[in-house]
């Protein structure tokens, strides 16, 4: 493996309840074969994230009583007018609960590091690498420092939220960015998102490409 490129592969959120349980993304389990052969792959780093939430956490429509996906405004947790809409979700991913968990069949035992995101009760993370307000980062930005990491390749759960929020902060950390697109699902069918990434910069791949751009370097 050369200097000028170092890989490390993003797996997001490969969780049970993202796949069988609360929050399940229609398609989720077809793609963990595609991540796990991606797994195999001398990638620098192999990193995933998890949701990780507080059994109250900001994002559940129970803690505000209110509809489940509906929406809502949230304020910049440091006063002023700035503010985000924030989709309300069902109860997931809650720390060390069963549905916070792999799903069942990733190997899960290839991965050199695992992020935990969405701990603090009042802020939501879509991105593995930091809150929508820039106030804190993950673990993440300082992992792929340490491998000197060039490119990221980023596969998992959803296309529209997580692994979209995380792509997009990739090409602001200043990483040559992919996204596989044959492992990855998301939550709505519109397809916006790739788009939406393109025009920041992602690259789109499909696991083939990959595994031929992996194994060459
Ligand atoms: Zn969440």
């Known amino acids: 493996m050369n200097t000028t490129f170092r890989p490390a592969l993003l797996v997001i959120d490969m969780q049970y309840d993202f796949v069988h349980g609360s929050l399940a993304v229609e398609g989720g389990h077809s793609i963990i074969d595609t991540v796990n052969l991606l797994l195999a792959l001398p990638f620098v780093a192999k990193i995933a994230s998890k949701d990780y939430h507080p059994p109250n956490h900001i994002s559940f429509a129970e803690t505000h009583?209110?509809?489940v996906f509906s929406k809502i405004r949230l304020l910049h947790p440091d006063g002023g007018e700035e503010s985000l809409e924030q989709v309300l979700w069902p109860v997931h991913c809650v720390a060390d609960t069963p549905g916070s968990e792999f799903v069942e069949g990733l190997h899960s035992g290839a991965l050199?590091?695992?992020v935990h995101k969405g701990t603090h009760p009042s802020i939501e993370m879509y991105s593995a690498f930091r809150d929508p307000?820039?106030?804190e980062n993950t673990v993440l930005p300082s992992v792929l420092e340490s491998h000197g990491v060039t490119d990221?390749?980023?596969v998992g759960i959803a296309g529209d939220y997580c692994v979209k929020s995380t792509a997009?902060?990739?090409?602001?950390?200043g990483y040559k960015t992919w996204v596989v697109r044959d492992a990855v699902r998301s939550v709505?069918?519109?397809g916006t998102e790739w788009t939406d990434m393109q025009l920041k910069g992602v690259r789109i791949v499909d696991s083939e490409e990959v595994k031929r751009m992996i194994r060459d370097s």
Not at 168 to 173: E, G, H, K, N, S
């Open 65 to 67: 009583q209110k509809p």
């Open 112 to 114: 050199t590091s695992i």
């Open 133 to 135: 307000w820039h106030l």
């Open 152 to 154: 990221v390749f980023i």
């Open 168 to 173: 997009l902060d990739a090409v602001d950390f």
């Open 188 to 190: 709505s069918f519109e």
